[in-house]
T-cell receptor
Framework: AQSVAQPEDQVNVAEGNPLTVKCTYS??????LFWYVQYPNRGLQFLLKYITGDNLVKGSYGFEAEFNKSQTSFHLKKPSALVSDSALYFCAVRDMNRDDKIIFGKGTRLHILP | EPEVTQTPSHQVTQMGQEVILRCVPISNHLYFYWYRQILGQKVEFLVSFYNNEISEKSEIFDDQFSVERPDGSNFTLKIRSTKLEDSAMYFC?????????????FGPGTRLTVL
């Protein structure tokens, strides 16, 4: 069965410092991997995805994520955090050979300290 | 930039009543989805819909739930007889299912409160 783990409920980072939000996944086949962000009282906003190719993918607002097949990880990163990055971040996976559905992690709240 | 829209933003209903949640997917998308997020919990898949039929559904999507694409633009989720545990944020999503894989784009959600 597919699953996504986000081991941190909350991550606190000082503004200007690099940030990492961790994600590991489990699928039986090849994965499509996604990061979504949810701001207060807003929907899920797509940030970036990995389908195939280069393991480092770049997305919106300066975010990037690195696909590591051996560690089954897809950590979200940003070199320099902004206060406006404070939000709830969801990692998600889809088995490209099987299902329509996306499986979400429980989310990590990112708090950027001014 | 095209967006998925949902109405209403907040729906309050009495237990046992029927509700219909509405979504307008991105216009050239062919695949449609409903997810829900109970307060404080993870986002859960309910159902996917393509070519006027359900392509996949979860265990949550029981006989009380139904989906429909009544015209060329709307995609609806109906709950026939709401229960207290149906209170959640319901998200609609759509995707184009391109050759290189699809991104599901989500609407802002409808918060359903069952009293």
């Amino acid at each position: 069965a597919q699953s996504v783990a986000q081991p941190e409920d909350q991550v606190n980072v000082a503004e200007g410092n690099p940030l990492t939000v961790k994600c590991t996944y489990s699928v039986s086949g090849n994965p499509y991997l996604f990061w979504y962000v949810q701001y207060p009282n807003r929907g899920l906003q797509f940030l970036l995805k990995y389908i195939t190719g280069d393991n480092l993918v770049k997305g919106s607002y300066g975010f990037e994520a690195e696909f590591n097949k051996s560690q089954t990880s897809f950590h979200l990163k940003k070199p320099s955090a902004l206060v406006s990055d404070s939000a709830l971040y969801f990692c998600a996976v889809r088995d490209m050979n099987r299902d329509d559905k996306i499986i979400f992690g429980k989310g990590t709240r990112l708090h950027i300290l001014p | 930039e095209p967006e998925v829209t949902q109405t209403p933003s907040h729906q309050v209903t009495q237990m046992g009543q029927e509700v219909i949640l509405r979504c307008v997917p991105i216009s050239n998308h062919l695949y449609f989805y409903w997810y829900r997020q109970i307060l404080g919990q993870k986002v859960e898949f309910l159902v996917s819909f393509y070519n006027n039929e359900i392509s996949e559904k979860s265990e949550i999507f029981d006989d009380q739930f139904s989906v429909e694409r009544p015209d060329g633009s709307n995609f609806t989720l109906k709950i026939r007889s709401t229960k207290l545990e149906d209170s959640a944020m319901y998200f609609c999503a759509s995707s184009a299912r391109t050759v290189r894989g699809d991104t599901q784009y989500f609407g802002p959600g409808t918060r359903l409160t069952v009293l």
